[in-house]
C-alpha cells in the first residue's frame, strides 16, 4: 500500500541498500500500522550529473553552495559547514489517504533520518513527497483497496486456491 521510491547518487552499497529498504519498512509497518507484505520499495539511482538543486549541477565545483541558495536576485545561499555534498535524495511515497498529519509528520522525520544516513545526503537535501490517493484508484492482483476484502484478495494464491474460489463465485 505504500510504493515509496528513493531518487539518489549512486553512493549506497548492496548492503546499505537492504538495510535501508528493512529499516524503511520497518518504520512504516510500526508507525503506520500496514502490513509489510504491502510496503514496496523501489531505489533509482542517478549519476550526479543527471542532478539538479538551485539551478545547479551536482558536479559542479560549487554546488555546496550554489545548491543552498536563497535568492536568486543576490545569488545569496545559507551558511554551510560542509566542504562538499556526498548525496542527495528524493522520497515520493504513493499512499492511501488514510493517516493524520501527526502521524505524517512522525513518519517524514524519521524517513529523512534514514535517508540521510543511507544516501549520505545532508538532511536539507532530503526531499519527501506524499501522494495521497484514494483506496480505490489502488490495485494489486486484479483487485482495488476500495474492496473490503483487499488485503486477502490481493494476496498470491495457488492454482487450486484459484480454482476453488471460482468454483464458489459459479455457485454463488
Do not use: C
Not at 55 to 84: C, H, L
Amino acid at each position: 500500500m505504500p510504493l515509496i521510491e528513493l531518487k539518489t547518487w549512486p553512493t549506497m552499497s548492496k548492503e546499505e541498500k537492504k538495510e535501508f529498504i528493512y529499516s524503511v519498512t520497518e518504520l512504516t509497518t510500526k508507525l503506520l500500522k500496514i502490513v509489510p507484505d504491502k510496503i514496496q520499495i523501489v531505489i533509482h539511482e542517478l549519476p550526479k550529473e543527471n542532478w539538479g538543486k538551485a539551478g545547479a549541477v551536482a558536479t559542479d565545483a560549487e554546488f555546496v553552495m550554489k545548491s543552498r541558495m536563497i535568492n536568486w536576485q543576490s545569488q545569496e545561499s545559507y551558511p554551510t559547514q560542509a566542504s562538499n555534498v556526498d548525496g542527495m535524495a528524493i522520497i515520493a511515497i504513493d499512499i492511501w489517504n488514510t493517516f493524520d498529519q501527526v502521524t505524517k509528520n512522525q513518519w517524514v522525520s524519521q524517513l529523512t533520518q534514514i535517508a540521510s544516513q543511507f544516501t549520505h545526503a545532508p538532511m536539507d537535501n532530503v526531499l519527501i513527497v506524499i501522494r495521497e490517493m484514494i483506496p480505490g484508484n489502488w490495485g494489486q492482483s486484479g483487485v482495488t483497496g476500495a474492496d473490503p476484502e483487499f488485503l486477502s484478495k490481493s494476496r498470491f494464491k495457488t492454482r487450486k486456491e484459484e480454482e476453488v474460489d471460482e468454483r464458489i463465485f459459479r455457485l454463488l
